[in-house]
């Protein structure tokens, strides 16, 4: 296996953070995985996939893992649906693109999302009134201290809003391996009723969609307001979106009659973090490589050299600025290295 020294991670986080690996190691089989963990049980390891929902503040002293297994196979197919599973190094828009021209249904929501499949389950990735918990099965993962293999059920991994075990109660734990989907083969159920996707629906003249039709939607949508990393560093959403009382959420409205809201239940109101920072003055603005995307606020950007640091203090600043105008803790959705 071959270990590199003093490794950029530039290219192997969205956010574009040029910090270094002490040493690298690019893993493309489940046997080399196991063989690494149980050379030295007390080794501390770092692991990256898709590095598409972390902040890099550091250089990381211990050996880096960049997870690249890749494939696809399917495990059990029904007339009417499919049992299919994607190796944790998988491109996660590929995979989705995979499904749909195969005529999968279920994914086509969460088009477009950067990252690999390997991280998918840990934040529960959601877009457009689907989250990756609607079609998991299962997913295999390796006990890092022990190099064992795991099978977490869709139960047992305790998905919340953009929340799971991974992020909780086994945290840095585990290293997925492969995660396992039921997807649909006909009578594919279509989740179009978010405002967006109507109406790019509408705007293409689609009146019956097919799982393509919608993906197409999706992408556009993600295109026309989330910077492509490609481009402009970023992990998408910086912050959750905030839950607070009815009584809260009633006290902002008489401030804000616009404010918007979903509600989740007889108490608590979501409000979006990107509106919030909007009304705050932020998006748009620019602190030397640092800046918050001009077309959605809750996007922090990394122009070209900003460092993690200099990304985190600028979430400070906007932290500091709700809680003073709106008293809302704005929560980092991004897992801060
Ligand atoms: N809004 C503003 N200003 C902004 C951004 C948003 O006023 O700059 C308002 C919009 O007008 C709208 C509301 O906020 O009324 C919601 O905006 P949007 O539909 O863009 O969705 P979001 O709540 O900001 C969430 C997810 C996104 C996901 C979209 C679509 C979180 C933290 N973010 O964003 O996920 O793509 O919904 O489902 O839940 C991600 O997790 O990285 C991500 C991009």
Redesign the pocket.
Known sequence: MNIEHNKSLKEYNTFGIDVTASEFVKVTSETALKDLLLKDPKKRFFIISGGS?MLLTKDIDTLVLHIAITGITVVEEFKDSIIISANAGENWHDFVLYCINQGYGGLE?LSL?PGYVGSAPI?N?????VELKDTFVSCEAIHISSGEKHIFSNKDCKFG??NSIFKSDVKDEFIITKVTFKLSKNNHILNTS???IENALKENGITSPTIKDVSEAVIQ??QS??PDPNEIGN???????PVISIDHFSRLQKTYPDI?FYKIDNQTIKV????L???SGF?GKRWGDAGV?E?????LVNYNNATGVEILDLSKKIQSKIKDRFDINLEI?VNII
Do not use: T
Request: net charge positive; charged share 20%; proline share 5%.
């Open positions: 929902n929501n999302i934040q990735i959601g877009a457009y009134g809003y953009r978010y405002g967006a949508i993600r307001k989330l992990s998408g959403s910086f912050f959750k979106n918007p979006p973090a990107g509106w920072i909007e009304q998006k995307h077309k959605q606020a809750l996007v959705e």
